[in-house]
T-cell receptor, first 108, second 116 residues
């Protein structure tokens, strides 16, 4: 089945710094979904990418899907304390398989 | 209503107990899911229901028994659990277009289970 590797596992940044998390697969992905889980919370859907080379923006968040559809990234510009949490990518082929997640800590 | 609800929020049970977790959604979604999440790990898929029928069982031990009484409800019956089964159990739902479940999933808040 499709598996995705996600790095880094943890990232500590100063408020205002940028943050990026990466997902990689050895196989072509039909889509990639991104979720955010706040501490003590549950995963919340952020976005889905399906097209090769797709780029989508949500305010300070930029999501990219690679040309070969084997990798994806989430970039946050000028982090805020509200960005704290674990960001998961996932491949959904009828069942959603998550990457290991990147936990973001933001120092005020 | 874009909410998935789960009860109870917390559950402590002994290894000989029988308990059930409940999940409900009123978004008209025909796919419902159970996940298990251990601390600092991603959610792991356990079961998928599509149109009230069990579609996927990810080789889950029989001490976990899912049930989908109708299109809005999903239960997980627990019996003879082990301490290593302690985890956050998440329910989710999504659209299901004739078995194609490629859309976003809506997660409930989870039940935090402790097995003594």
């Amino acid at each position: 089945g499709q598996q995705v590797m996600q790095i880094p596992q943890y990232q500590h940044v100063q408020e205002g710094e940028d943050f990026t998390t990466y997902c990689n697969s050895s196989t072509t992905l039909s889509n990639i979904q991104w979720y955010k889980q706040r501490p003590g919370g549950h995963p919340v859907f952020l976005i889905q990418l399906v097209k090769s080379g797709e780029v989508k923006k949500q305010k300070r968040l930029t999501f990219q899907f690679g040309e070969a559809k084997k990798n994806s990234s989430l970039h946050i510009t000028a982090t805020q304390t509200t960005d704290v949490g674990t960001y998961f990518c996932g491949s959904n082929t009828g069942k959603l398989i998550f990457g290991q997640g990147t936990t973001l800590q933001v120092k005020p | 209503d874009t909410e998935v609800t789960q009860t109870p929020k917390h559950l402590v049970m002994g290894m000989t107990n029988k308990k059930s977790l409940k999940c409900e959604q009123h978004m008209g979604h025909r796919a419902m899911y159970w996940y298990k999440q251990k601390a600092k790990k991603p959610p792991e898929l356990m079961f998928v229901y599509s149109y009230e029928k069990l579609s996927i069982n990810e080789s889950v031990p029989s001490r976990f028994s899912p049930e989908c009484p109708n299109s809005s409800l999903l239960n997980l019956h627990l019996h003879a659990l082990q301490p290593e089964d302690s985890a956050l159990y998440l329910c989710a739902s999504s659209q299901d277009r004739n078995g194609r479940r490629l859309h976003e999933q809506f997660f409930g808040p989870g039940t935090r289970l402790t097995v003594l």
